[in-house]
T-cell receptor, first 117, second 114 residues
């Protein structure tokens, strides 16, 4: 069990550019979550996958954001036409479905810090 | 919708003194409650969790929390603060139902004074 990994750890981009982040969850976990954390705030839910299906998206996720989990393993989060307000830490987490009896514990990756200039 | 309130964004505590971080939650269904710790430029690490059963839960690094349904609270304590406890602490709520997404409080930045 190597934990949740995210790549890159840091990304600096210019306003208007597109960026893509990757998350590799714990291998046996079927649920994957994306959260966004801005300075001085707690993480906020963005979207959630069970296996390859994206089952919920937050209102925070504008049309410029898209997430995929093509084979039910790793996930990508793409932001098109970045804006300065997109600057934040993007966190990925994975878990097992509750039917497994694991109590909904989510394991977090180290995050990708995005800075939009 | 579920939510968490954490008051006092910055908490200063002397080394060796009691650490007390307050968390109140709102939930229309039985909650699952968590405390996470975050060190600078890192992800979140689980300290402890309450799902069902015993209301006093013990976690890592000497922390514990007590679920009080009547007070809708889940306060975090540690009897004696260490310098290594300096970090940001987040309380979060979810439930058995639905997608189990976490709703976080705004966090407490803990500063330990030598």
């Amino acid at each position: 069990d190597t934990g949740v990994s995210q790549d890159p750890r840091h990304k600096i981009t210019k306003r208007g550019q597109n960026v893509t982040f990757r998350c590799d969850p714990i291998s046996e976990h079927n649920r994957l979550y994306w959260y966004r954390q801005t300075l001085g705030q707690g993480p906020e839910f963005l979207t959630y996958f069970q296996n390859e299906a994206q089952l919920e998206k937050s209102r925070l996720l504008s049309d410029r954001f898209s997430a995929e989990r093509p084979k039910g393993s790793f996930s990508t989060l793409e932001i098109q036409r970045t804006e300065q307000g997109d600057s934040a830490m993007y966190l990925c987490a994975s878990s097992l479905a509750l039917a497994s009896g694991k109590g909904a514990e989510q394991f977090f990756g180290p995050g990708t810090r995005l800075t939009v200039l | 919708a579920q939510s968490v309130t954490q008051l006092g964004s910055h908490v200063s505590v002397s080394e060796g003194a009691l650490v007390l971080l307050r968390c109140n939650y709102s939930s229309s269904v039985p909650p699952y409650l968590f405390w996470y710790v975050q060190y600078p430029n890192q992800g979140l690490q689980l300290l402890l969790k309450y799902t069902t059963g015993a209301t006093l839960v013990k976690g890592i690094n000497g922390f514990e929390a007590e679920f009080k349904k009547s007070e809708t609270s889940f306060h975090l304590t540690k009897p004696s603060a260490h310098m290594s406890d300096a970090a940001e602490y987040f309380c979060a709520v979810t439930s058995y139902y639905g997608n189990n997404r976490l709703a976080f409080g705004k966090g407490n930045q803990v500063v330990v004074i030598p």
